[in-house]
């Protein structure tokens, strides 16, 4: 009759549970960030248009608003071992010109973001779609927005959708801030103008109260709110 060592099975058994809940795209904080950017200058305006969808602009913001916030897969929290404020890291679960095989893709709006945050919308999924058919390259656009167009249609509830919403686009809004509908943004702003202005260029000396927390908009976008709102707030 054989003896079964229970030291021996509980380790067997530990082993089992652990490669069971490993997550098949793993980031790791400390790992090595390389540095694969491609600097364009697509045209933008008239009908010279550039069709190329800018990582820096139009992607990192949605997966850091989104995704990346702090207690998610920003790089303090990592949930589940993953980060996604940044390209390399992003990358883990992107395939390039395959969209429908790319985990950070075909999960979201699967139970991520969590359903009862807020939910990118079908214009960003587009947005991310075509930023992968296009080669999921990591563009840093220079030129990315014209600044004579300042309308809340035209392009203010499109920047505080990418940048923002992914903390302030449900009601009440992280800190009580709600981005989410035109009345609601120019309220809030009219009432705290200044702290806005400086939260958004990030001027301000506490740190958690510039935004995006993920990093400084692009000047072009700044430069379109601070348009909008100096011009009465033009729907």
């Not at 795209?25 to 933008?44: C, F, G, H, L, R």
């Not at 248009?49 to 602009?57: E, H």
């Not at 010109?97 to 969590?114: A, D, E, H, R, V």
Request: charged fraction near 15%; proline fraction near 5%; hydrophobic fraction near 30%.
């Amino acid at each position: 009759m054989k003896i079964i060592n229970p030291p021996l099975v509980l380790t067997l058994a530990f082993i089992l549970v652990f490669l069971s809940c490993k997550h098949d795209i793993i980031n790791y904080p400390n790992e090595k960030i390389v540095d694969t950017t491609k600097v364009v200058s697509p045209k933008i305006g008239g009908t010279s248009s550039s069709d190329t969808v800018c990582f820096n602009t139009e992607i990192l913001p949605l997966f850091s608003s989104y995704c990346g916030s702090s207690g998610c897969h920003d790089l303090n929290s990592h949930a589940s071992g993953v980060i996604l404020t940044d390209y390399t890291r992003i990358m883990r679960g992107i395939r390039e010109k395959l969209p429908n095989s790319s985990k950070y893709y075909t999960i979201i709006g699967q139970g991520m973001p969590p359903r009862n945050s807020p939910q990118m919308t079908v214009a960003n999924l587009a947005t991310i779609k075509k930023w992968i058919e296009q080669g999921a390259l990591n563009t840093q656009c220079t030129n990315v927005c014209d600044t004579t167009i300042f309308t809340y249609a035209g392009s203010i509830k499109t920047i505080f959708e990418s940048n923002c919403n992914g903390c302030h686009g449900n009601k009440p809004g992280t800190a009580n801030i709600y981005l989410g509908d035109y009345a609601s943004t120019k309220s809030y702003i009219t009432a705290n103008k200044t702290l806005f202005l400086n939260s958004i260029n990030h001027r301000s000396s506490i740190l958690s109260k510039n935004m995006p927390q993920s990093g400084k908009m692009v000047q072009c976008k700044i430069t379109q709110i601070e348009k909008w709102i100096n011009n009465g707030y033009p729907q």
